[in-house]
């Protein structure tokens, strides 16, 4: 009787976001698209560099919103499986020779699989304990990939250089150019199906979750399932990401995926907005841009300027790009009257 | 108004042959990449000045402060050194963003001492590729020192490897007959290690009885020591990191076993190991050093000391002395500024590596008297000289020569 009542005291830890909110009307969509597709022929090879690091957060974050802001359950274990994921492709590539598209797909199958798995016990538990749980994941993995008896594999605390792949069939653009239409690619397929899952049975199976786990169960839905499934389907995408990140940055590192990548990626979905899939992308620009701005700000107070920063974010707009997009929107609703 | 007009073309042709004949003159002297010019170099560094890493930051601020100086007693050969320095988090990822940042955005000459392992290992392709200088890199792996395959890489501290040589040398020449049990850490420092130890017995390598590695995640390491005191070693060398060299000799101690006991340099910190091992139990304990310390008395009146304090006080008044870092920072900010300085008007990345690779007996003031730079093209490890000490009171006193860690002598 004790649990009931301390389910239904809980304050919900997560907004009820309804589904149709989760999105972006067709118009605003094909304009970021235009504009994404464009965007390397008018800047500098780094900027792409950026770019294509910019969309493989943004995946990351993606995976972390249908997690938290879908089925309401929280992780600061997403470094674990963006390394997973890292290390499958890295290994692929540089032991088996694969093709690293194919590798994409692996990589998600056993971030899959880890995920779903690690979902079993996180079933347990809830909240704040949740949280805890994951976070040991993302602590021990580092020394995981140390571990000598992966050393042959994982190239130890040296990691692995990978190599950059060339543009195929011979067309004239750069690696970083061909890289990041690749990457584009991947992210509109993997938003596309997001969307639509959230958008399905699932989905809103997810979201009776998080809005109340009680109501859930008694319009039969076999929570435990889609618990451990959308822990399956978060870990999948961010593995996808994690494979998309080695290619890009050509290294895997233990010291590449600490828990200081799961925080980042966490501070990216609450400054993009839980729940709010477009904002994944606007979380991402955050923690890539902010902290260079920070640091040309102040160098020795970097970390001060950068926790300024976000806490005016925090402050001024509490539910993030969301929030942000919401206003906007208002706004050119007035004009049209 | 022909005339005029004459005259105009005329004036006009004589300034372009002007023009040509002396910019034609200056092609011939000054040669510049991208990063150089008449008035100033550019310079990339990239540091952890945030993060797990973050006490190392203090040698990329020790260095600009250093080319400050540099700037205000007029630059090199007239050119000021723009330095531009950025955090990396100690993260490769964000290391691999920052170089290129560097190069293509900032469009340095070369990048300069950036720090790590990982770090490195992950910008290294990339540099090499663009053929950007990756210069006097801040970590004591032994695979800097491939000219062969990459030849826009160079280290500047001793390799771990050569370290392990000196004691490898400093064992077969006072103690022959040496049991020997090592204790190392199961990475890729204490890997380098090991090697350079069992290269350096050569044939002798059966003076090693027992090797015991752990893993940092250990939290104790007393039943390895246990252990290897059963194996009745007399020689015990410790190849740990500042934590775990703090409990050997403790453990040591307490478990009264008193061989001879070696601690690598890494671990030789007076404040960070052998005060809180206990000094009485770190009596007699060898290392081996490279570079003067600033917190030791006995180098108040060193002439290359004094220079060093006088540039803290000017340049970087908040600098602790007693930090290692600050003394490194120092040396191979100087070590750059002789380069820069041989390259002359020639400024181009392939010169600098040409010059870099031809540093003939440099004597930076931070380091001990005696140990030079040298370098060659087929030879891309700056120091491989290093002095024994001997922990005695609560400092170390330098005992011996100066010995290479080169694998040839």
């Known amino acids: 009787m004790s649990a009931v009542q301390e389910v239904g005291t809980e304050a919900p830890a997560i907004e009820a976001v309804p589904k149709r909110a989760m999105t972006l009307g067709y118009g605003t969509s094909l304009i970021i698209l235009g504009l994404l597709i464009l965007a390397p022929m008018f800047v500098k090879h780094f900027i792409t560099f950026q770019l294509t690091m910019l969309l493989i957060y943004g995946l990351a974050v993606l995976a972390l919103n249908i997690l938290t802001g879908g089925s309401g359950q929280f992780s600061l274990g997403q470094s674990a499986f963006y390394a997973v994921g890292a290390y499958t492709s890295a290994i692929l590539m540089e032991h088996a020779g694969m093709n690293y598209a194919l590798t994409l797909p692996i990589s998600g199958i056993i971030c899959f699989g880890f995920g779903f798995l690690f979902g079993q016990p996180a079933l347990r538990l809830s909240g704040v304990y949740l949280a805890l749980a994951t976070f040991a994941l993302a602590t021990a993995m580092p020394q995981l990939l140390k571990l000598g008896y992966f050393e042959h594999w994982t190239g130890g605390v040296q990691g692995l250089v990978v190599t950059k792949p060339d543009a195929p069939f011979g067309l004239p653009i750069s690696q970083d150019t061909w890289l990041y239409y690749f990457t584009l690619v991947v992210t509109i397929a993997i938003y596309i199906f997001s969307v639509n899952l959230l958008k399905s049975r699932s989905g809103r199976a997810f979201m009776a979750i998080r809005d109340n786990e009680i109501a859930a169960s008694a319009m039969g839905i076999d929570v435990a399932l889609y618990k451990t499934l959308a822990f399956g389907v978060s870990a999948g995408i961010t593995g996808v990401a994690g494979g998309l990140g080695a290619i890009a940055v050509q290294f895997v590192a233990p010291d590449s995926y600490t828990i200081t990548l799961a925080i980042s990626l966490f501070l990216g979905m609450v400054v993009g907005g839980v729940g709010w899939l477009p904002g994944s992308i606007v979380g991402s620009a955050f923690i890539i841009f902010v902290p260079n701005i920070a640091e040309g700000i102040s160098k020795g107070l970097s970390g001060a300027v950068f926790g300024v920063l976000l806490f005016l974010v925090i402050f001024l707009v509490p539910h993030g790009a969301r929030q942000v997009a919401i206003v906007a929107q208002q706004l050119i609703g007035k004009f049209k009257k | ?409």
């Open chain 2, 1 to 409: 108004m022909p005339s005029k007009r004459i005259i105009r073309i005329a004036a006009l042709s004589t300034a372009v042959i002007a023009l040509a004949a002396t910019s034609g003159g200056a092609l011939a002297q000054k040669k510049y990449d991208t990063g150089a010019t008449d008035t100033e170099i550019k310079i990339g560094n990239i540091m952890p000045y945030s993060g797990p890493a973050s006490a190392y930051g203090v040698i990329g601020k020790t260095e600009a402060a250093y080319f400050k100086m540099i700037n205000a007693e007029g630059g090199i050969n007239g050119r000021k050194i723009n330095f531009v320095s950025y955090d990396d988090g100690y993260s490769p990822p964000k290391a691999v963003e920052q170089a290129r940042k560097l190069v293509e955005s900032d469009e340095v000459l070369l990048v300069f001492n950036p720090l790590g392992t990982p770090s490195n290992t992950a910008i290294q392709k990339y540099l090499n590729a663009k053929k950007v200088p990756q210069l006097f890199v801040a970590t004591g792996a032994t695979k800097w020192n491939d000219p062969k395959n990459f030849p826009w890489t160079m280290g500047w501290q001793p390799s771990y490897q050569s370290e392990a040589r000196i004691y490898a040398k400093y064992l077969i020449k006072e103690k022959p007959n040496a049991k020997i049990a090592i204790l190392f850490q199961n990475d890729d420092f204490g890997k380098d290690y090991l090697k350079g130890l069992k290269d350096g017995l050569g044939a002798k390598g059966s003076m090693i009885i027992a090797e015991e590695s752990y893993e940092t995640t250990e939290p104790t390491i007393d039943s390895h020591i246990v252990k290897l005191k059963s194996t009745g070693a007399d020689t015990f060398i410790s190849i740990t990191t500042p934590k775990f060299a703090a409990q050997a000799i403790k453990k040591l101690a307490e478990i009264e076993w008193k061989p001879l006991h070696i601690v690598s340099n890494v671990s030789a910190s007076v404040g960070g190991v052998m005060k809180p091992a206990g000094f009485e139990n770190a009596q007699g304990i060898l290392s081996a050093a490279y570079a003067k310390d600033g917190a030791d008395p006995q180098w108040d009146n060193d002439p290359g000391m004094k220079k060093f304090f006088a540039f803290l006080d000017k340049y970087y008044p908040d600098g602790d002395k007693r930090d290692g870092s600050l003394v490194f920072g120092y040396g191979v900010a100087q070590t750059l500024a002789k380069v820069l300085e041989m390259c002359g008007d020639n400024l181009t990345r392939e010169n600098v590596m040409k010059q870099a690779a031809s540093l003939k007996d440099f004597a930076p003031d931070t380091l001990l008297p005696g140990v030079k730079i040298n370098t060659s093209p087929t030879d891309f490890a700056p120091i491989e000289q290093l002095q024994m000490m001997r922990f005695k009171g609560e400092k170390w006193d330098l005992f011996g020569d100066i010995i290479s860690g080169e694998l040839s002598n």
